[in-house]
């Protein structure tokens, strides 16, 4: 499965984004999508996952209340609409898919796009 993300670019505070992730054919359906970010100097954190059927999302506290997770199992797409941006949400933002539920943990996730840059300045 390939991931392709986009969508990022640098914006100010309070502002909106929403990043895409498109995977290549092969049951899209079937695999619980995730976003995570690795600020610089930092690891790489959960950010947010969505079960195939979208039924069951999860979201780390921080974001909570200003991004949503979505997809399209038809387009072969997972979203990240944020809102209301903040300059800790900085980093490079990276989807993630796994054969399955859901899952917060990295080490979960067998498929990685190859991240998108997201900058919010203050």
């Known amino acids: 499965v390939l991931l392709q993300a986009s969508g990022g670019g640098l914006v100010q505070a309070g502002d909106s984004l929403r990043l895409s992730c498109a995977a290549s054919?092969?049951?899209?359906?079937?695999?619980?999508m995730a976003w995570f970010r690795r600020a610089p100097g930092k690891a790489r954190d959960f950010v947010s996952t969505i079960s195939g059927n979208s039924r069951i999302t999860y979201y780390t506290d921080s974001v909570k209340g200003r991004f949503t997770i979505s997809r399209d199992n038809a387009k072969n797409t997972v979203y990240l609409q944020m809102n209301s941006l903040k300059p800790e949400d900085t980093a490079v933002y990276y989807c993630?898919?796994?054969?399955?539920?859901?899952?917060?943990?990295?080490?979960?996730?067998?498929?990685w796009g190859q991240g998108t840059q997201v900058t919010v300045s203050s």
């Open positions: 054919p092969l049951a899209f359906a079937a695999y619980g």
């Open positions: 993630a898919g796994k054969i399955g539920g859901t899952a917060t943990t990295a080490t979960e996730y067998t498929f």
